[in-house]
């Protein structure tokens, strides 16, 4: 459900939690469930701003880099 809200694949999405080396935050961008087998709860809003922040970051470096 989040991926498809934020026209993401599941698998980017999930690569991008803190655990899996990526930059959103356990207990601010998403949540565990109490059980292991229990859904993760995504703060849309907040992994949206995260995704556009590094999109910002990745445009200004490339700019940077080629003299822009």
């Known amino acids: 459900e989040a991926a498809r809200r934020l026209n993401i694949s599941a698998q980017t999405l999930m690569r991008a939690r803190d655990d899996r080396?990526?930059?959103l935050a356990g207990g601010i961008d998403y949540i565990y469930g109490q059980h292991?087998?229990?859904p993760i709860r995504w703060d849309i809003e907040s992994?949206?701003?995260q995704f556009h922040l590094r999109g910002r970051?990745?445009?200004k470096g490339i700019a940077?880099?080629?003299?822009e």
């Open 47 to 49: 992994v949206k701003k």
């Open 57 to 59: 970051i990745s445009r």
């Open 21 to 23: 080396g990526g930059f």
């Open 36 to 38: 292991e087998n229990s």
């Open 64 to 67: 940077i880099l080629s003299g």
